[in-house]
Nanobody, 125 residues
Framework: VQLQASGGGLVQAGGSLRLSCAASGRTLRNSVMGWFRQAPGKEREFVAAIRWSIGNTVYADSVKGRFTISRDNAKNTVYLQMNSLKPEDTAVYYC???????????????????WGQGTLVTVSS
């Protein structure tokens, strides 16, 4: 699977961005698609994930109520709508695809087999 993330940029606190992750090379039908982020000097952390087949989602507590993950079957693309952005959301955002992960594993980096190149989100105060 090849993953191409896009949509990052510079936004003021309180603003919104929508990230996209286009997938190719393998069906996503049996996958879990996730978004992770990595801020400078910090470890990569889970943001949100969606099970492609049935659409159930999980979120990190830090983004719950502000971010929404969704997918478009026809476009083989997963989105991350980010609202009410805060300076602490500043990071490189990565999308990832995993096959075989169970629900309880969707927050774990090790559950994902393929990673996109990352897109930078900068939130100014």
């Amino acid at each position: 699977v090849q993953l191409q993330a896009s949509g990052g940029g510079l936004v003021q606190a309180g603003g919104s961005l929508r990230l996209s992750c286009a997938a190719s090379g393998r069906t996503l039908r049996n996958s879990v698609m996730g978004w992770f982020r990595q801020a400078p000097g910090k470890e990569r952390e889970f943001v949100a994930a969606i099970r492609w087949s049935i659409g159930n989602t999980v979120y990190a507590d830090s983004v719950k109520g502000r971010f929404t993950i969704s997918r478009d079957n026809a476009k083989n693309t997963v989105y991350l709508q980010m609202n009410s952005l805060k300076p602490e959301d500043t990071a490189v955002y990565y999308c990832a695809a995993g096959y075989g992960a169970i629900l309880s594993e969707m927050r774990l980096i090790r559950a994902y087999d393929y990673w996109g190149q990352g897109t930078l989100v900068t939130v100014s105060s």
